[in-house]
């Protein structure tokens, strides 16, 4: 059979295709649904775990939502959410910005958000922190916060609190704090190096004791402070004891220990003297006594019979 050429070039261009398989089609993946029905469904999810006391679980739930729908809404739930996480300062920002964008209609559906704000704002107070060692770490409560520059205030739940800021090369700076509701405070912070310094610390058992180093007043016991290396006179002082003396060799980056103990006075009816001298009085007080309740032997008068007893007339 002949096959006009045309034909076979025709025929050479399909062969490929008309050797290869046909696939078969595949069923399309089901469409992912749109993020306002996601925003929904994590929104749900959130109210859930809000029900059945799993604030945590419901920040992460909002949070996610509020990314997909921008829902002012979401930060009210979030703040709510914060605060039974007792994360008082974020909680605030949530409802503050609520207030904020959420539209009027919004806001009416909580007729008590001004005092919401103002019950978190009672228990929040704004620490201002002035640390000129770059990169120095900043924590309150064992927790970080920031590191140093701390360029604006920092809003943290009140109440007592210990401030610690750390650096390489730097002694620790400590500072215990009353942090009070509603507030501010200011923290100047001193990072001493340790190349030049070293920790002076001073006990004693006498509670209270006052403490003097190098004749300033640094304190009571239990006391820790930073010093220049060399040597520094240290008094210990309260009433009722004797004044204690001593001195302290600190090296530099070295935290030098003093434990120092006090004499207690010895009160006055407790010495020797005192005691001997009492006797004295005492001894002249029984002789008087003695003295004027012993009949005498008659002695001679003029009235008669001639013979009056002595002791017969009281003054």
């Known amino acids: 059979m002949r096959i006009e050429a045309g ?3 025709l025929l050479l261009t399909l062969a490929p295709m008309l050797a290869t398989p046909i696939a078969r089609a595949q069923p399309s993946p089901p469409a992912a649904p749109d993020a306002a029905e996601r925003a929904k469904a994590l929104k749900a999810s959130g109210d859930a775990a809000m029900d059945s006391g799993r604030p945590a679980d419901a920040v ?15 930060l009210y739930n979030r703040g709510r959410a914060l605060q039974a996480l007792t994360e008082y300062p974020r909680a605030l920002d949530e409802l503050e910005r ?43 409560r064992d927790r970080a916060l920031t590191t140093c520059p701390v360029a604006a205030p920092l809003r943290v739940n009140a109440g007592p609190a210990t401030l ?14 009353t942090l009070a509701g509603g507030g501010a405070q200011s923290v100047v912070v001193q990072l001493v190096s340790k190349t030049t310094s070293g920790i002076l610390v001073v006990q004693s058992p006498v509670v209270g004791t006052r403490v003097l180093v190098d004749a300033s007043t640094a304190g009571v016991v239990p006391l820790e402070l930073t010093v220049p290396a060399g040597t520094h ?19 530099a980056g070295e935290r030098k220990v ?4 006090l004499e207690r006075e010895t009160p006055i009816y407790a010495r020797w003297w005192f005691w001997t001298g009492v006797g004295v009085v005492v001894a002249g ?16 008068g ?14």
Request: aromatic share 6%.
């Open 302 to 315: 003029t009235i008669s019979p001639g013979i009056v007893p002595a002791g017969a007339f009281r003054f």
């Open 258 to 261: 003093v434990s120092v103990p």
């Open 164 to 177: 610690e800021v750390t650096a390489e090369g730097h002694f620790p700076f400590r500072r215990e704090l």
């Open 98 to 140: 609520f207030e904020r964008e959420a539209p009027a209609e919004l806001k009416a559906k909580v007729p008590k958000l001004a005092e919401l704000i103002a019950e978190l704002r009672s228990k929040v107070t704004t620490v201002t922190i002035d640390c000129r060692i770059a990169g120095a770490r900043v924590l309150l």
């Open 285 to 300: 007080g029984v002789a008087t006594v003695i003295a004027l309740n012993t009949e005498k032997d008659p002695t001679p």
């Open 7 to 9: 034909a076979l070039a």
């Open 233 to 251: 006179a240290i008094t210990l002082s309260k009433d009722g004891y004797h004044d204690a003396k001593t001195s302290a060799v600190v090296a």
């Open 60 to 74: 992460i739930a909002y949070s996610s939502a509020y990314e997909l729908s921008a829902d002012p809404a979401l």
